[in-house]
């Protein structure tokens, strides 16, 4: 199997903590032509984005959740909680990664490489993304996972996310971005810990400051 995949995307980043925490045997590549152009749609992703999982069977996989839902099967379900209770709620933490607070930060991030920047929507995105964590505060357990005490699926749906909340809201202003919600906050301490979340954020984190070198 190959990944198709860029560092810094947090949906990319999702699908390598699950990767590295299953011990799965898959190559991790760069895309093999621009992201969103046509020659990348037709030879790997017709949506056009990474992260993207070619199968030894030929199919490709999109999308970040269907993929790490696929490893963690492939893995004999090392990354699902054990009861359904548990896999509900991982499943809804991740849902709130992305409806809730992903959008706020995506404002953000695209402000932040404008050649004049709106403080306005630069406020609102915060604003969104801040409402977002209020949502996961009343979700994820207290300790060092998400759900049921080990690393699963809620983990790596939702530590990217994380990591741009405290890298990117400090960046305008929020010096203490989980200031409200301090459960998700002694959360994203504790998970930082883990060998495979960790090995990714640093993977984050060096793609993040050339990033901001290029402007």
């Known amino acids: 199997m190959k990944l198709y995949n860029a560092n810094l995307s947090p949906y990319a980043s999702r699908c390598r903590i699950a990767l590295y925490a299953t011990g799965l045997n898959v190559d991790i590549l760069p895309p093999p032509a621009p992201l969103g152009s046509d020659d990348y749609k037709q030879q790997v992703n017709p949506i056009g984005k990474v992260p993207a999982l070619a199968l030894d069977d030929g199919t490709v996989l999109p999308e970040s959740d269907v993929i790490v839902q696929y490893l963690d099967e492939k893995s004999g379900g090392k990354l699902t909680p054990g009861t359904a209770e548990g896999r509900a709620k991982a499943r809804l933490i991740g849902r709130i990664a992305d409806l809730y607070i992903a959008p706020g930060l ?110």
């Open 106 to 215: 995506g404002t953000i991030f695209r402000q932040l490489g404008a050649a004049e920047r709106d403080p306005a929507k630069i406020a609102e995105g915060a604003a969104e993304a801040k409402k977002g964590l209020g949502l996961l505060e009343h979700y994820v357990e207290s300790g060092a996972y998400a759900v049921g005490g080990k690393l699963s699926h809620a983990d790596c749906m939702v530590a990217p996310t994380l990591f741009f909340i405290s890298a990117i809201l400090p960046r305008i202003g929020e010096a203490e971005p989980f200031a409200s919600t301090p459960k998700v906050g002694a959360y994203w301490t504790a998970v930082q810990k883990d060998a495979s979340i960790a090995r990714v954020l640093k993977e984050m984190a060096e793609a993040l400051a050339e990033r901001m070198k290029r402007g």
